[in-house]
């Protein structure tokens, strides 16, 4: 089938653009964003995704005040309509490529509505192409990009509107071939074990001067795997990025958790400066069950899994423990992956960002 987009010069495949040029099932096309108040007396993550060979569209808005996270998930079938970047009552529109995207979700039967303008204030940087395999097979081959800037509008969570005035946001674009996507993960081969664990960090953040992006994988004793980013500035400040060649870290826990209080970490650029990040929760980290990643969903199948026409489901977390994730009635429930926002300094200087820390398995250095 034809849409709009074939109507342009910027076919990459002998393919409509209805089509994508993989059978893999988990191929997808996401949108993320987020954006929170500087008092922390609330937050938003709205996300949006494309999967081309599971014909559907999915997305979701989640947002947090006084220690709960309230979701609402929207899935439907892609086609016929598969460039409209919609799904029940959320759009995302692309006013200005690159900078300004509108986000909105319609009042409804749920407790979130909004009307929010996300403006890059950084330049988008491009992260380092992610490609692995296991027992011969691609798990992953994709590409993101992540930007820093600006939500204002309005929020409303259950009955209480929030105004946003410049808050603190970041966003990232990703497409491609990732694990996760689609309801299965194909097995090629024996069962993967559950590893030797690993340690994960990614940083977007800004202060008033510049802000930068930075990615860490290491394994259970403290290994490097590989490590991304840069620091950047406005384009009218005519800085070029200094790219991130090593990163140090001291990470502090919530006792008995894997949940950090506080974490310092150390960037050295190709220049050979050095840049001091402290970092705080602000906010409650995102549990991502709820936003559908993972086992989300009501039926635990996450992300990009076909659901019929259409589908929308609704619920409430507790979140006011730093890990252990409750429903209304005070049962625990899983929580998913946990991502954190955070106020900062960046030798010396204050800021904002955006802070998930991933401790998966066991690790050595820090006695988890």
């Not at 006084?66 to 995302?92: C, H, I, K, M, W």
């Not at 559950?194 to 930068?212: D, I, K, N, T």
């Not at 200094?242 to 826990?253: C, G, I, K, P």
């Amino acid at each position: 089938m034809l849409t709009e987009l074939d109507d342009t010069l910027l076919h990459q495949a002998p393919l409509p653009f209805a089509s994508v040029s993989t059978s893999d099932h988990r191929f997808y096309d996401r949108y993320w964003f987020e954006g929170f108040a500087p008092d922390g007396s609330a937050g938003l993550i709205v996300s949006m995704g494309r999967y081309a060979n599971m014909n559907v569209l999915d997305g979701f808005v989640t947002a947090q005040q006084d220690g709960q996270q309230y979701n609402v998930r929207f899935s439907r079938a892609l086609r016929p309509a598969v460039a409209e970047t919609r799904v029940g009552g959320l759009s995302v529109t692309l006013e200005e490529p690159l900078r300004v995207l509108r986000l909105k979700l319609e009042e409804g039967e749920h407790p979130l509505s909004c009307d929010l303008t996300w403006t890059g204030s950084l330049p988008a940087r491009l992260e380092d192409h992610s490609f692995s395999r296991v027992q011969g097979r691609a798990v992953s081959d994709m590409y993101r990009f992540a930007q820093v800037g600006t939500v204002s509008g309005t929020l409303s969570i259950d009955g209480r509107t929030h105004r946003a005035s410049d808050w603190f946001g970041a966003r990232d674009h990703s497409w491609g071939v990732r694990p996760g996507v689609g309801g299965f993960e194909p097995l090629t081969g024996s069962p993967p074990g559950a590893g030797a664990g690993r340690l994960f960090l990614w940083l977007a953040f800004r202060v008033a001067e510049f802000g930068g992006y930075f990615q860490l994988h290491e394994d259970h004793l403290g290994r490097r795997q590989s490590i991304d980013g840069a620091l950047v500035w406005p384009e009218e400040a005519g800085q070029p990025e200094l790219r991130v060649v090593d990163a140090q870290h001291e990470l502090s826990f919530h006792e008995g958790t894997r949940a950090f209080s506080h974490a310092r970490v150390t960037l050295t650029t190709e220049d050979e400066q050095r840049w001091e990040i402290e970092a705080e929760p602000l906010l409650t980290a995102w549990a991502y069950k709820g936003t559908g990643y993972g086992t989300g969903y009501h039926d635990e199948k996450g992300l990009g899994a076909y659901r019929g026409e259409y589908l929308e489901e609704t619920d409430v977390y507790d979140v006011s423990h730093p890990e252990i994730v409750r429903d209304l009635k005070g049962d625990p429930i899983p929580s998913g992956h946990r991502e954190q926002p955070v106020k900062l300094t960046v030798n010396g200087r204050a800021g904002y960002g955006h802070f998930p820390i991933m401790v998966m398995g066991p690790n050595e250095r820090y006695g988890l």
